[in-house]
């Protein structure tokens, strides 16, 4: 059995969603592509079709299709912060059955079946719950014989460990 504590302070929250919307979803390359589509578009209609009107307005609304997404993120971040900083500090136990987690007024059961994916950060395990939520380990508050416990437990339920090295 491993016990780690979770105090959901304003750094984790932020981390995870930074984690979780800017390199597990693919949500930026849609922002990307749709911005160099629109760019390729406008600059065929200003060279070729000489329409440089419609061209530059396409043109500049892809520009501002890049830059609002950061704004969109850090908008997105700071909501996430307002609703989940107030939090009461948890209490993670993994066993070999299930993970619980602990508050001073309730206790949740996850079997591990529950665990779509495991990603590993260098601070930071993300066991997902759904495709939105995750248990979080703040890997900085385990010890290595800990740390190396709950690599095997996870590699014992779970078939991968995703690592990603510079986040």
């Not at 578009?41 to 892809?62: P, Q, R, T």
């Not at 703040?138 to 510079?166: E, F, Q, R, S």
């Amino acid at each position: 059995m491993i016990k780690t504590e979770f105090s959901y302070e304003e750094e984790e929250i932020k981390d995870f969603f930074r984690f979780h919307l800017l390199t597990k979803e693919k949500v930026r390359f849609i922002y990307y592509i749709t911005s160099s589509i629109i760019a390729l578009i406008g600059f065929i209609l200003v060279f070729y079709f000489e329409k440089a009107i419609l061209g530059f307005i396409l043109i500049i609304l892809a520009i501002i299709l890049v830059l609002i997404f950061p704004l969109q993120v850090n908008r997105v971040l700071k909501k996430q912060v307002r609703s989940r900083y107030k939090r009461p500090k948890e209490v993670i136990v993994f066993s070999d059955e299930n993970i619980v987690q602990h508050t001073e007024t309730i206790q949740i059961k996850y079997s591990w079946e529950k665990i779509i994916e495991v990603c590993e950060t260098k601070k930071y395990f993300y066991l997902y719950i759904s495709s939105h939520s995750a248990i979080i380990v703040n890997k900085t508050k385990l010890d290595d014989g800990d740390y190396h416990k709950l690599v095997a437990l996870i590699k014992k339920h779970i078939d991968k460990i995703t690592y990603y090295k510079n986040k």
